[in-house]
């Protein structure tokens, strides 16, 4: 038995205006999210599949963010789906700079390289093609709470720029390293399913959920 293949890694999926920031969030923005790392079990129904890990590293003007997503779903003990995700991120303030990912999908190839193309564009290629995007783009760089303010992101896997919209959507508490701690909870609506982001009041991002395929939950949860 294959997996449903409807469903994709939060990482990858096409994670209009923002309604409001709180002043802790704003303050944390335009700061920027310190340097650090994001180490996160992956779940799919509550049940772990993997992990995936990030880290932010600053060097003079520039922001250098890597990502490494191994995921590999499993049905009575056999493995039904595999994901990997390699990405390497050059930002410069809140604009990307520059992009090299490349992604196994259960056995589909998928490669995205972007640079920029003089002071105010973004020139990503893909297998399918070179598209020039102006002005500041961003990925889905859900450790940077400046996505919220974003009506368009980059898509690291497949290189489409995607329309989002973004918006609060309430607070709680969310799991992390095994405590609840109470958040805010950011919800990314796409055109595939929504994306929804947890911060705390400082603007850290603290994890993730989302509704894949076949109506089943993926989250992030830090360890």
Same mark, same amino acid.
């Given at each position: 038995?294959?997996?449903?293949?409807?469903? =994709?890694?939060?990482?990858?999926?096409?994670?209009?205006?923002?309604?409001?920031?709180?002043?802790?969030?704003?303050?944390?923005?335009?700061? /920027?999210?310190?340097?650090?790392?994001?180490? #996160?079990?992956? &779940? +799919?129904?509550?049940?772990?599949?993997?992990?995936?890990? #990030?880290? +932010?590293?600053?060097?003079?003007?520039? =922001?250098?963010?890597?990502?490494?997503?191994?995921?590999?779903?499993? &049905?009575?003990?056999?493995?039904?789906?595999?994901?990997?995700?390699?990405?390497?991120?050059?930002?410069?303030?809140?604009?990307?700079?520059?992009?090299?990912?490349?992604?196994?999908?259960?056995?589909?190839?998928?490669?995205?390289?972007?640079?920029?193309?003089?002071?105010?564009?973004?020139?990503?290629?893909?297998?399918? /093609?070179?598209?020039?995007?102006?002005?500041?783009?961003?990925?889905?760089?859900?450790?940077?709470?400046?996505?919220?303010?974003?009506?368009? &992101?980059?898509?690291?896997?497949?290189?489409? #720029?995607?329309?989002?919209?973004?918006? =609060?959507?309430?607070?709680?508490?969310?799991?992390? =390293? /095994?405590?609840?701690?109470?958040?805010?909870?950011?919800?990314?609506?796409?055109?595939?399913?929504?994306?929804?982001?947890?911060?705390?009041?400082?603007?850290?991002?603290?994890? +993730?959920?989302?509704?894949?395929?076949?109506?089943?939950? &993926?989250?992030?949860? +830090?360890?």
């Amino acid at each position: 038995m294959r997996a449903n293949k409807h469903w =994709r890694p939060a990482s990858a999926l096409a994670l209009a205006a923002l309604a409001a920031l709180s002043n802790d969030a704003a303050t944390a923005s335009a700061a /920027g999210p310190a340097d650090g790392e994001w180490n #996160f079990r992956v &779940l +799919l129904d509550d049940s772990p599949i993997g992990e995936h890990r #990030f880290a +932010l590293a600053t060097a003079g003007d520039e =922001r250098k963010l890597t990502s490494e997503a191994r995921f590999a779903v499993k &049905l009575l003990g056999v493995t039904v789906y595999r994901y990997q995700h390699n990405a390497t991120e050059t930002w410069r303030g809140d604009c990307l700079k520059r992009l090299s990912s490349k992604t196994d999908d259960d056995g589909t190839p998928e490669k995205v390289n972007a640079e920029a193309a003089g002071d105010n564009a973004l020139a990503v290629t893909t297998p399918k /093609g070179t598209q020039s995007l102006e002005g500041c783009v961003m990925s889905f760089a859900y450790w940077n709470p400046a996505i919220r303010t974003q009506d368009k &992101l980059l898509n690291a896997q497949s290189g489409k #720029f995607e329309a989002v919209q973004v918006s =609060r959507a309430g607070s709680g508490t969310v799991e992390v =390293r /095994g405590q609840p701690v109470a958040a805010t909870r950011w919800r990314i609506a796409t055109d595939a399913q929504p994306i929804d982001v947890w911060y705390s009041a400082q603007g850290e991002w603290l994890g +993730l959920d989302s509704t894949v395929g076949g109506n089943r939950k &993926l989250s992030y949860r +830090l360890k």
